[in-house]
Nanobody, 117 residues
Framework: QVQFVESGGGLVQPGGSLRLSCAVS????????MGWYRQAPGKQRELVAG???????DYADSVKGRFTISRDNAKNTVYLQMNSLKFEDTAVYYC???????????WGQGTQVTVSS
């Protein structure tokens, strides 16, 4: 019903940058926001950034000042610009959509980001 096409992940050195993209197709009702979650092995999944249709953004403290989320509503695409990457940023990053009831209910397939020297 809902399809995500994620891209932009890969291997990067510490201090480097990556830009993730997520194009969404299909009909989703009562969308409040789009965002990015990440999960590393042995760690809990965390919401790293979110953006509402009006452009309001929020970030996890661990990425604030380094990551920037944006969206192109016309293209149904959300982006995550990741700068000054650290080892601890290594994770699978998932595109996600938040319903108006607050639930992050729609998940992409994930894209691997590996920060390594």
């Amino acid at each position: 019903q809902v399809q995500f096409v994620e891209s932009g992940g890969g291997l990067v050195q510490p201090g480097g940058s990556l830009r993730l993209s997520c194009a969404v197709s299909g009909t989703i009702f009562r969308v409040r926001a789009m965002g990015w979650y990440r999960q590393a092995p042995g760690k809990q999944r965390e919401l790293v950034a979110g953006i509402t249709s009006g452009g309001s953004t929020d970030y996890a403290d661990s990425v604030k000042g380094r990551f920037t989320i944006s969206r192109d509503n016309a293209k149904n695409t959300v982006y995550l610009q990741m700068n000054s990457l650290k080892f601890e940023d290594t994770a699978v990053y998932y595109c996600n959509i938040q319903r108006s009831d607050g639930a992050w209910a729609y998940w992409g397939q994930g894209t691997q980001v590996t920060v390594s020297s």
